[in-house]
């Protein structure tokens, strides 16, 4: 089958030709219908130059975190699996921590390899996961759902959140209106009264955002920030400036949320925020919000906006990803 491997750190990804891989005790084996990229994915590619300590990743692996597709084979001691089953891969927690004890899969104490991170991810034709991180997802496409389980999930963890804070009267900004922000927009639509400004550096993006329903489209530039204008800000890029931003904006007692990865960091001090404000990060969504989420999608209220690429253009896919050309989210169907 076809994958693309990274091979070393720093080095270019390749697609090659592998053997379709067997599931092993307590695994699923997938036909992947579509994988999400990702800007973790370029994270990955040109950023890293060892694994983190804590997942020891070894190389070469497949890429791809994103993932949808049919339930093919089930390895040995799984069981409730439907062949052809539509079905998506989300974090696997240890199951028996504190943390997974509460239904926080994704904080799990012990961290482990994940599908993408660790384990041959999803850029391929078929995919192996534990059998504790696939979630079937109904009748829906399963290259549709795949960006739910990132894009979709990332962000419906960080509207959950601060959901008490979304009463009627209040104002949300979104930073960033790409894979994740482009699906909270939807998720406060549905889930709340709030208003909702959006800010991105792209056109298109603040035009799809005016489509999904933001009541307010700005460019993501200095004047564009006014202070004290938020009750809630979802950081879904995560640099500095943003995250300045963020606080210029949020008022007492709000919460700014920080999704993104873009590395930033602030002076942080008793007055960079007003009182009572709250400044925190995020990791992916919990596996009942996942399910949560499927329902809402099911039931029409949230559609990932997504264009699909073949295997054979990941690169190219990338590529666009890296300069912000993609609106939404892009999907490599094997
Ligand atoms: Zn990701
Ligand atoms: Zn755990």
Known sequence: MKAYRLLA??????????????????QVRLKVAGNGICQSD??????WTASPPHIKVELPMTIGHEVGGWIDKEGPGVS??????AAVITIAGCGHCRYCAQGWNQYCMHKSKQVGMGLDGGLAEYVVAPANA?????????????????????????????LPLLTGGATVAIIGVGGLGHMAIQEIKT????????????????????????????????PHFEAGSAD?????????????????????????VVVGRG????????????????????????????????????????????????????????????KGEIIGRAVIVP
């Not at 995020?282 to 990932?304: D, Q, R």
């Open 9 to 26: 750190w720093q080095q270019a990804p390749q697609l090659l030709d592998i053997p379709v891989p067997e599931p092993g005790p307590g």
């Open 42 to 47: 370029l994270h990955l590619i040109h950023e």
């Open 80 to 85: 409730g699996f439907e062949q052809g089953q």
């Open 134 to 162: 696939v979630v079937p997802v109904g009748n829906m496409d399963p290259a549709d759902a795949a960006p739910l389980t990132d894009a979709g999930l990332s962000s419906y963890h960080a509207v959950k959140r601060v």
């Open 191 to 222: 889930m709340s009264a709030a208003r909702i400004i959006a800010y991105d550096t792209n056109e298109i993006s603040l035009a799809l955002a005016a489509e999904l329903g933001a009541d307010l489209c700005l460019k993501s530039e200095d």
């Open 232 to 256: 809630v800000v979802l950081d879904f890029v995560g640099a500095g400036p943003t995250i300045k931003a963020a606080a210029r904006m949020i008022r007492p007692r709000g919460h700014i």
């Open 263 to 322: 590395g930033g960091s602030v002076d942080f001090t008793h007055k960079f925020m007003p009182y009572g404000a709250t400044l925190s990060t995020t990791f992916g969504g919990s596996k009942l919000e996942l399910m949560e989420l499927i329902s809402l999608v099911e039931a029409g209220h949230i559609k990932p906006h997504t264009s699909r690429y073949a295997l054979d253009d990941v690169e190219l896919a990338l590529g666009k990803l890296a």
